[in-house]
T-cell receptor
Framework: DTAVSQTPKYLVTQMGNDKSIKCEQN?????MYWYKQDSKKFLKIMFS???????INETVPNRFSPKSPDKAHLNLHINSLELGDSAVYFC??????????FGPGTRLLVL | GEDVEQSLFLSVREGDSSVINCTYT??????LYWYKQEPGAGLQLLTY?????DMKQDQRLTVLLNKKDKHLSLRIADTQTGDSAIYFC????????????FGAGTRLFVKA
Protein backbone atom coordinates (compact mmCIF):
# COMPACT_ATOMS: atom_id res chain seq x y z
CA ASP A 1 0.00 0.00 0.00
CA THR A 2 3.02 2.27 -0.26
CA ALA A 3 1.93 5.54 -1.80
CA VAL A 4 5.27 6.93 -2.98
CA SER A 5 8.16 4.50 -3.12
CA GLN A 6 11.80 5.00 -3.99
CA THR A 7 14.58 2.55 -4.72
CA PRO A 8 17.20 2.10 -3.57
CA LYS A 9 16.91 3.37 -0.01
CA TYR A 10 20.69 3.61 0.29
CA LEU A 11 23.24 4.09 -2.46
CA VAL A 12 26.98 4.14 -1.89
CA THR A 13 29.14 4.64 -4.95
CA GLN A 14 32.41 6.07 -6.15
CA MET A 15 33.08 9.38 -7.84
CA GLY A 16 32.66 9.30 -11.58
CA ASN A 17 30.03 6.56 -11.61
CA ASP A 18 26.59 6.88 -13.17
CA LYS A 19 23.60 5.90 -11.05
CA SER A 20 19.81 6.00 -11.12
CA ILE A 21 17.17 6.38 -8.45
CA LYS A 22 13.66 5.17 -9.17
CA CYS A 23 10.39 6.60 -7.93
CA GLU A 24 6.89 5.26 -8.28
CA GLN A 25 3.56 6.56 -6.98
CA ASN A 26 0.26 4.71 -6.92
CA UNK A 27 -1.87 7.69 -5.93
CA UNK A 28 -2.97 8.62 -9.44
CA UNK A 29 -1.28 12.02 -9.17
CA UNK A 30 -0.34 13.90 -12.30
CA UNK A 31 2.69 15.73 -10.92
CA MET A 32 5.91 14.30 -9.53
CA TYR A 33 8.94 16.03 -8.01
CA TRP A 34 12.54 15.47 -7.04
CA TYR A 35 14.05 17.26 -4.05
CA LYS A 36 17.57 17.27 -2.65
CA GLN A 37 18.15 17.52 1.09
CA ASP A 38 21.71 18.36 2.08
CA SER A 39 23.54 17.56 5.29
CA LYS A 40 22.11 20.67 6.94
CA LYS A 41 18.60 19.44 6.11
CA PHE A 42 17.90 22.20 3.60
CA LEU A 43 15.32 20.93 1.13
CA LYS A 44 15.53 22.22 -2.42
CA ILE A 45 13.37 21.36 -5.39
CA MET A 46 15.24 20.01 -8.41
CA PHE A 47 12.62 18.99 -10.96
CA SER A 48 8.89 18.78 -11.41
CA UNK A 49 7.03 16.74 -14.03
CA UNK A 50 3.38 17.09 -14.92
CA UNK A 51 1.86 14.44 -17.15
CA UNK A 52 5.31 13.40 -18.30
CA UNK A 53 6.29 16.96 -19.15
CA UNK A 54 9.04 18.89 -17.37
CA UNK A 55 7.58 22.02 -15.77
CA ILE A 56 10.18 22.99 -13.15
CA ASN A 57 13.88 22.65 -13.67
CA GLU A 58 15.85 24.44 -11.02
CA THR A 59 19.49 25.21 -11.42
CA VAL A 60 21.01 21.77 -11.17
CA PRO A 61 24.01 20.44 -13.10
CA ASN A 62 23.07 18.81 -16.38
CA ARG A 63 24.61 15.64 -15.01
CA PHE A 64 21.18 15.20 -13.40
CA SER A 65 18.44 14.12 -15.76
CA PRO A 66 14.91 13.16 -14.82
CA LYS A 67 13.08 10.60 -16.92
CA SER A 68 9.37 9.93 -16.76
CA PRO A 69 8.32 6.80 -18.68
CA ASP A 70 4.72 7.26 -17.52
CA LYS A 71 2.67 9.30 -15.07
CA ALA A 72 3.37 6.95 -12.19
CA HIS A 73 7.16 7.02 -12.48
CA LEU A 74 9.85 9.67 -12.31
CA ASN A 75 13.39 8.39 -12.25
CA LEU A 76 16.51 10.42 -11.57
CA HIS A 77 19.69 9.66 -13.45
CA ILE A 78 22.97 11.10 -12.28
CA ASN A 79 26.09 10.95 -14.44
CA SER A 80 29.70 11.40 -13.34
CA LEU A 81 28.86 11.52 -9.65
CA GLU A 82 30.76 14.03 -7.51
CA LEU A 83 31.38 14.20 -3.77
CA GLY A 84 29.00 17.14 -3.47
CA ASP A 85 26.15 15.03 -4.80
CA SER A 86 26.03 13.20 -1.47
CA ALA A 87 22.64 13.98 0.02
CA VAL A 88 19.21 12.54 0.58
CA TYR A 89 17.02 12.67 -2.51
CA PHE A 90 13.27 12.74 -2.04
CA CYS A 91 10.65 12.01 -4.62
CA UNK A 92 7.17 13.45 -4.12
CA UNK A 93 3.87 13.43 -5.96
CA UNK A 94 0.67 15.43 -5.91
CA UNK A 95 -2.05 16.87 -8.10
CA UNK A 96 -0.77 20.03 -9.72
CA UNK A 97 -0.77 22.81 -7.17
CA UNK A 98 -1.92 20.61 -4.33
CA UNK A 99 -0.35 18.88 -1.36
CA UNK A 100 2.72 16.81 -2.07
CA UNK A 101 3.30 13.39 -0.61
CA PHE A 102 6.89 12.36 -0.10
CA GLY A 103 8.71 9.11 -0.56
CA PRO A 104 11.02 7.73 2.14
CA GLY A 105 14.16 9.18 0.55
CA THR A 106 17.29 7.74 -1.02
CA ARG A 107 20.50 8.32 0.89
CA LEU A 108 23.29 8.79 -1.63
CA LEU A 109 26.89 8.70 -0.49
CA VAL A 110 29.62 9.38 -3.02
CA LEU A 111 33.11 8.26 -1.99
CA GLY B 1 17.84 34.83 1.52
CA GLU B 2 15.35 32.04 1.92
CA ASP B 3 11.76 32.73 0.97
CA VAL B 4 10.57 30.82 4.00
CA GLU B 5 12.31 31.35 7.32
CA GLN B 6 12.18 29.38 10.55
CA SER B 7 14.27 29.28 13.67
CA LEU B 8 16.53 26.25 13.63
CA PHE B 9 16.04 24.87 17.14
CA LEU B 10 13.39 24.56 19.82
CA SER B 11 13.66 22.67 23.10
CA VAL B 12 10.67 21.99 25.34
CA ARG B 13 9.80 19.78 28.30
CA GLU B 14 7.48 16.85 27.87
CA GLY B 15 3.92 17.95 28.55
CA ASP B 16 4.51 21.59 27.67
CA SER B 17 3.26 23.26 24.50
CA SER B 18 5.61 23.82 21.55
CA VAL B 19 5.22 26.75 19.21
CA ILE B 20 7.14 26.71 15.96
CA ASN B 21 7.13 29.91 13.95
CA CYS B 22 7.61 30.58 10.27
CA THR B 23 7.61 33.64 8.02
CA TYR B 24 7.15 33.62 4.28
CA THR B 25 7.46 36.25 1.59
CA UNK B 26 5.05 35.46 -1.24
CA UNK B 27 1.76 37.24 -0.54
CA UNK B 28 0.09 35.26 -3.31
CA UNK B 29 0.73 31.93 -1.57
CA UNK B 30 -2.53 30.01 -1.36
CA UNK B 31 -1.51 27.01 0.70
CA LEU B 32 0.86 26.79 3.64
CA TYR B 33 2.05 23.48 5.00
CA TRP B 34 3.69 21.88 7.97
CA TYR B 35 5.70 18.72 7.39
CA LYS B 36 7.39 16.53 9.99
CA GLN B 37 10.61 14.60 9.41
CA GLU B 38 11.67 12.03 11.99
CA PRO B 39 15.31 10.88 12.08
CA GLY B 40 16.20 8.84 9.03
CA ALA B 41 12.71 9.12 7.58
CA GLY B 42 10.94 10.99 4.83
CA LEU B 43 8.68 14.00 5.13
CA GLN B 44 5.21 13.45 6.50
CA LEU B 45 2.48 16.00 5.89
CA LEU B 46 1.13 17.11 9.27
CA THR B 47 -1.38 19.74 8.30
CA TYR B 48 -2.01 22.58 5.90
CA UNK B 49 -4.02 25.77 5.86
CA UNK B 50 -5.61 27.79 3.11
CA UNK B 51 -4.55 31.41 2.94
CA UNK B 52 -8.13 32.61 3.58
CA UNK B 53 -8.17 30.92 6.99
CA ASP B 54 -6.81 32.30 10.27
CA MET B 55 -6.70 29.12 12.25
CA LYS B 56 -6.96 25.40 11.87
CA GLN B 57 -7.06 22.88 14.69
CA ASP B 58 -6.45 19.17 14.42
CA GLN B 59 -6.26 17.30 17.74
CA ARG B 60 -3.04 18.48 19.43
CA LEU B 61 -2.04 20.68 16.50
CA THR B 62 -3.12 24.28 16.03
CA VAL B 63 -2.04 26.30 13.02
CA LEU B 64 -2.31 30.09 13.13
CA LEU B 65 -1.93 32.23 10.04
CA ASN B 66 -1.39 35.98 10.05
CA LYS B 67 -1.58 36.81 6.38
CA LYS B 68 -0.90 40.50 6.91
CA ASP B 69 2.44 39.76 8.58
CA LYS B 70 3.04 36.61 6.48
CA HIS B 71 3.50 34.65 9.68
CA LEU B 72 2.56 31.03 10.25
CA SER B 73 2.84 29.08 13.48
CA LEU B 74 2.35 25.51 14.59
CA ARG B 75 1.40 24.83 18.19
CA ILE B 76 1.73 21.31 19.55
CA ALA B 77 -0.14 20.84 22.79
CA ASP B 78 1.08 18.38 25.44
CA THR B 79 4.32 17.75 23.59
CA GLN B 80 5.56 14.16 23.79
CA THR B 81 9.03 12.67 23.24
CA GLY B 82 7.68 11.15 20.04
CA ASP B 83 7.19 14.67 18.70
CA SER B 84 10.97 15.13 18.54
CA ALA B 85 11.66 15.72 14.87
CA ILE B 86 12.36 18.41 12.31
CA TYR B 87 9.34 20.48 11.34
CA PHE B 88 9.31 22.12 7.93
CA CYS B 89 7.16 25.05 7.02
CA UNK B 90 6.37 25.32 3.30
CA UNK B 91 4.46 27.69 1.06
CA UNK B 92 2.95 26.98 -2.31
CA UNK B 93 3.79 29.68 -4.79
CA UNK B 94 1.25 29.71 -7.58
CA UNK B 95 3.50 31.38 -10.10
CA UNK B 96 6.13 29.62 -12.16
CA UNK B 97 4.67 26.15 -11.98
CA UNK B 98 3.15 25.74 -8.51
CA UNK B 99 6.45 25.53 -6.74
CA UNK B 100 6.53 24.57 -3.08
CA UNK B 101 9.24 26.37 -1.14
CA PHE B 102 10.44 24.86 2.13
CA GLY B 103 11.97 26.52 5.15
CA ALA B 104 15.19 25.19 6.65
CA GLY B 105 13.31 23.22 9.27
CA THR B 106 12.99 23.63 13.04
CA ARG B 107 14.58 20.90 15.13
CA LEU B 108 12.30 20.18 18.07
CA PHE B 109 13.91 18.53 21.09
CA VAL B 110 11.57 17.20 23.76
CA LYS B 111 13.09 16.59 27.19
CA ALA B 112 11.54 13.97 29.42
Amino acid sequence: DTAVSQTPKYLVTQMGNDKSIKCEQNLGHDTMYWYKQDSKKFLKIMFSYNNKELIINETVPNRFSPKSPDKAHLNLHINSLELGDSAVYFCASGREGETQYFGPGTRLLVL
Amino acid sequence: GEDVEQSLFLSVREGDSSVINCTYTDSSSTYLYWYKQEPGAGLQLLTYIFSNMDMKQDQRLTVLLNKKDKHLSLRIADTQTGDSAIYFCAERQDTGGFKTIFGAGTRLFVKA
